[in-house]
Antibody
């Protein structure tokens, strides 16, 4: 069974940093692209970042502030979040990022970790 | 970024109703369009990918159609477990989601 377990969320002040982790099990982690998606409280879904085909991609809203990385030996995906803003407050989900011939989907999702940015 | 606009933002329906949700892209995205269902307190669940392909395990009452800029998710006969929020997502370029459509009990 695929399991994705996020951790590292919490309450921080604007301008501070936080590192999220997503530990995977139940599949061969190194064989899959992975992504982060967030959801502000009571709001919709927003793509944040993906690690796809060995390269990192970012939404414009986080480019230059967030860094995605992975450690295949630890089956773990990371999201280093710097210069956090109030508008970064959200539940952050990691997900398998799966490419078909015509589309790319967010497959299995973790349960998410809440990041709150507030003074 | 490609903007995705869903309509309506919410709707009220009864069990057994036929429900249609529309998603419009700000530019042509071919069939690079997916649909997710999210129930309160749970994570999103993939329903439809590539505009019209039913994800394994998803009931056949769900269907998707469209290409280019206009897409539709249809629930042929709404069931109690279908009351949820539905999101479209394009993958033609950097992924973007629609704002969601909440399907509520009438």
């Amino acid at each position: 069974e695929v399991q994705l377990l996020e951790s590292g969320g919490g309450l921080v002040q604007p301008g501070e940093s936080l590192r999220l982790s997503c530990t995977a099990s139940g599949f061969t982690f190194s064989n899959y692209d992975m992504a982060w998606v967030r959801q502000a409280p009571g709001k919709g879904l927003q793509y944040v970042s993906a690690f796809s085909a060995g390269s990192a991609y970012y939404a414009d809203s986080v480019k230059g502030r967030f860094i995605i990385s992975r450690d295949n030996s630890r089956n773990t995906l990371y999201l280093q979040m710097n210069s956090l803003r109030v508008e970064d407050t959200a539940v952050y989900y990691c997900a398998k990022y799966l490419t078909t011939t015509t589309t790319t989907i967010f497959g299995s999702w973790g349960q998410g970790t809440l990041v709150t940015v507030s003074s | 970024d490609i903007q995705m606009t869903q309509s309506p933002s919410s709707l009220s329906a009864s069990v057994g109703d036929r429900v249609t949700i529309t998603c419009r892209a700000s530019q042509s995205i071919s069939t690079s369009l997916n649909w997710y269902q999210q129930k309160p307190g749970t994570v999103p669940n993939l329903l439809i990918y590539s505009a019209s392909s039913l994800q394994s395990g998803v009931p056949s009452r769900f269907s998707g159609s469209g290409s280019g800029t206009d897409f539709t998710l249809t629930i042929s006969s709404l069931q109690p477990e279908d009351f949820a929020t539905y999101y479209c997502q394009q993958s033609y370029s950097a992924p973007t989601f629609g704002q969601g459509t909440k399907v509520e009990v009438k």
